[in-house]
C-alpha cells in the first residue's frame, strides 16, 4: 500500500504489541469470537489464526461437538469458547511475537497438507478500498496460505479494526467468504457490502 493513501486512514490499534492488544476492545474481541464460534459445524476441520480477537473467549462455554481443528498460534488450546472435544494441531515451529503465531517456510509447508472447512482468520485492518490488511509481509503470507487450503474464510473483525489499514495486503476482499463484527452502522461497513462482502453481526 503506497504510503501516501496509508496516512490517509487510521493506523489499526492492532500493531501494538502482543500485551499491549490484549486490553484493546476486549468486549468487541469476546462477542466476535463467540459469533465465529456459530459457524462451527460438528465433525468440520477448522483453522484457527493467531492473535488476540481469536483468542478471546466467555466464560463458561457451552458444550460443542467435536471437531478438528489446526492453527498458527502456539497457544492453540485457547481458541474461540473452544470446543471441548477439539484436537488440535500447530503449524510450524518459528514464532512471530506481534501476534504470537507460528510463521515460515515451515509453517507453510505444514499447511499444504491440511484441507479444511473454515478458517477463521485475525488482521490488524479491514477497509473496502485497502482490503485486509496486517503489520509483517511474513504473517500476511502464513495467513494466505491458510485461506488457500479453507473452503470458506471469515475476518474476526472486532471494531477497532474497522476501517483501518495496515502497510501489507493479506487478501483482497473477494477472496473471503464475510467478515464478522460487532462495529456499529458506518460508511465502512456500507463500503464492504457495496463491494459484495457478508457482515455478520456479533451481538
Not at 468440520?44 to 481469536?54: P, Q, R
Not at 488482521?123 to 478500498?129: A, N, S, W, Y
Amino acid at each position: 500500500m503506497p504510503a501516501r493513501l496509508r496516512r490517509a486512514l487510521p493506523v489499526s490499534p492492532a500493531v501494538g504489541d502482543y500485551a499491549a492488544r490484549g486490553s484493546v476492545a476486549v468486549d468487541s474481541k469476546a462477542r466476535v469470537a463467540a459469533r465465529a464460534v456459530q459457524l462451527v459445524r460438528p465433525g468440520s476441520t477448522v483453522l484457527l489464526d493467531g492473535g488476540t480477537t481469536a483468542l478471546a473467549r466467555r466464560p463458561r462455554p457451552p458444550p460443542r461437538p467435536a471437531l478438528h481443528g489446526g492453527d498458527a498460534q502456539p497457544d492453540g488450546g485457547r481458541s474461540p469458547r473452544r470446543a471441548p472435544r477439539g484436537r488440535r494441531v500447530r503449524a510450524g515451529r518459528a514464532l512471530f511475537k506481534h501476534s504470537a503465531v507460528t510463521c515460515g517456510a515451515a509453517a507453510v509447508e505444514a499447511a499444504q497438507a491440511v484441507s479444511a472447512d473454515l478458517f477463521l482468520l485475525g488482521v490488524t485492518g479491514i477497509h473496502p478500498e485497502q482490503g485486509l490488511t496486517t503489520g509483517d509481509p511474513e504473517e500476511a503470507a502464513m495467513k494466505r496460505a491458510l485461506a488457500a487450503r479453507a473452503a470458506d474464510t471469515y475476518v474476526l473483525a472486532s471494531r477497532e479494526k474497522v476501517g483501518a489499514a495496515s502497510p501489507f495486503q493479506v487478501l483482497p476482499l473477494d477472496a473471503v467468504a464475510g467478515v464478522i463484527t460487532d462495529a456499529p452502522p458506518s460508511e465502512v461497513l456500507d463500503g464492504l457490502a457495496e463491494r459484495g462482502v457478508a457482515v455478520l453481526t456479533a451481538p
